[in-house]
């Protein structure tokens, strides 16, 4: 798990760790174009790839998390629920190491379990509750407006300042509304599809509460996930909240069977000038904040502590590892020169510019090299014994730098005139950090470079430090999770 491996470096995980980075460094050059001797830490940056020490992190965090997850009737459960491993002194196995590593961050008894066994709601004899999601917006409105349930059940969970809450309000004509708040806990262990959930339950709980019999419900939730939830097998990290409120369901609708009662759970989009979107919204952000109604008013599954989420708690550790990333990478000498240039790297920002359809491939690398400053100019090219001087070989001056190629030599000068024209025209100066840090110049800046036409005979006598079979295709990578 740690990259300064204290061992020696060709055997074991070392060795692993190392082959690895090679291959990562490969996939990062194919992105960016960068040439061979480029910085494997800057490389990373550009190609916004998670550096894979940590990166292995990432996956080992992720498999430990999913094993936390495994039910009772799991072979591994027992090996994972005994969180001290510590006492484990023969056959320790690759699960006791991961125990080890992670024994702060996670703990498996009190992560959601995601059962062996499947069961489809859909495939059941009866639904007890009818969904309606609507296709469009105007199917939303005329829904909306020809709503015909008697009472109006609006629920919502929302997170807030790293804070997770949800509630329901219950409205019926000519009376006063019905509120029921639950304050989830942070951010790092519930998730807002979980809130959602959780307001749908409470919503049920305030159903099974109603005295009256013989009436119709509609349930809105603005969460289409969350309602979607209860058409899949149920097996996702929050499910379990859903499965609670199905049994809910079932039982209101055993409850109520000789009346008129019907339950519609119905989806309505967020903020559209509804008189109850707009009250739960308000409530939820109290939940948020961490208000909770009386435990008594709560249905029985919600009064103890909720689980943590799976989901949660690998989006909390990806956010650890890239804030140290972050902090590893502007600490080192090249991140403190890039930061000068673009202060978001480590980020896509500067993938999603290169990658603008009317930039050719070749443009694409030459302006990543730039930004690498791994570029073959003559400078670089005397730095790795491929040229005899680093004289620019248009102006002849002592040395073909990124600055003199950019903004100083007096050959590319009218070649220049338009770069600098739109550079004035965003009312900025004419300098190395503002020409590769601003997204709209990349297209003046290819541009440019094409107009010199001098990379093809640089690139000649480079080839051995390009790769040879670099085909320079930028995509952009999504961002890790
Ligand atoms: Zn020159």
């Not at 939303?140 to 609006?154: H, S």
């Not at 790092?188 to 709980?205: F, M, P, Q, Y």
């Not at 929050?238 to 119905?266: D, P, S, V, W």
């Not at 302006?367 to 102006?395: E, G, M, V, W």
Request: glycine share 4%; proline share 6%; with cysteine.
């Amino acid at each position: 798990m740690q990259s300064d491996h204290p061992g020696p470096r060709a055997i074991g995980s070392a060795k692993v760790m190392r082959q690895l980075t090679t291959l990562q460094r490969a996939a990062a050059m194919a992105i960016t174009g960068g040439l061979r001797t480029s910085p494997t830490n800057a490389l990373d940056a550009c190609a916004f790839l998670l550096p894979s020490p940590l990166n292995i992190n990432k996956c080992c965090y992720r498999a430990l998390t999913r094993m936390a997850m495994l039910p009772e009737d799991h072979p591994l459960h027992s090996t994972i629920k005994h969180k001290n491993t510590q006492e484990v002194k023969h056959h320790r196995m690759a699960i006791h190491h991961l125990l080890d590593c992670y024994q702060d961050s996670i703990d498996p008894n009190k992560i959601e379990k995601i059962p062996a066994t499947s069961h489809n709601p859909i495939l059941a004899v009866k639904n007890p509750f009818a969904i309606s999601i609507p296709v469009d917006r105007e199917s939303l409105t005329r829904e909306a407006a020809n709503a015909e349930e008697e009472v109006q059940v609006f629920s919502d969970g929302l997170a807030m300042e790293g804070k997770v809450g949800a509630a329901v309000v219950l409205l019926r004509a000519g009376k006063p509304a019905r509120i029921l708040h639950l304050h989830l806990g942070l951010e790092d262990k519930h998730t807002v599809h979980k809130a959602e959930l959780v307001g749908i339950l409470l919503g049920l709980h305030l159903i099974n509460m109603e005295r009256k019999n013989g009436t119709t419900f509609a349930l809105r939730s603005d969460n289409q996930a969350a309602i979607k939830a209860f058409q899949s097998n149920l097996r996702s990290p929050g499910h379990h909240l859903a499965r609670e409120a199905l049994r809910l369901a079932h039982q209101i609708n055993y409850r109520k069977r000789k009346t008129k009662y019907a339950l519609t759970i119905r989806w309505t989009a967020g903020h559209e000038g509804i008189k109850g979107n707009e009250a739960v919204d308000r409530e939820a952000k109290k939940a948020a904040e961490g208000f909770t109604s009386d435990l008594t008013l709560l249905p029985s599954y919600l009064r103890k502590p909720l689980l943590t989420n799976p989901s949660a708690v690998k989006k909390a550790h990806n956010d650890r590892l890239k804030h140290k990333w972050t902090t590893i990478w502007r600490n080192s000498r090249r991140g403190r020169k890039m930061h000068q240039i673009d202060s978001s790297t480590p980020s896509d920002k500067f993938l999603k510019a290169i990658s603008l359809t009317n930039i050719t491939p070749s443009t694409a690398s030459l302006i990543s090299q730039l930004r690498l400053t791994h570029i073959p100019l003559n400078s670089y090219l005397k730095r790795f014994k491929r040229a005899d001087n680093a004289r620019c070989p248009a102006c002849r001056a002592d040395e073909e730098t990124i600055v003199h190629f950019l903004l100083f030599c007096p050959t590319y000068a009218h070649k220049r005139w338009a770069l600098a024209h739109q550079v004035k025209k965003q009312k900025k100066p004419l300098t190395i950090e503002f020409l590769l840090r601003d997204p709209n110049l990349v297209i003046p800046l290819g541009n440019y470079i094409n107009a010199m036409q001098c990379f093809t005979s640089h690139g000649e006598q480079s080839t051995s430090l390009t790769q040879q079979s670099t085909p320079h295709h930028i995509q952009v990578t999504p961002q890790p999770e």
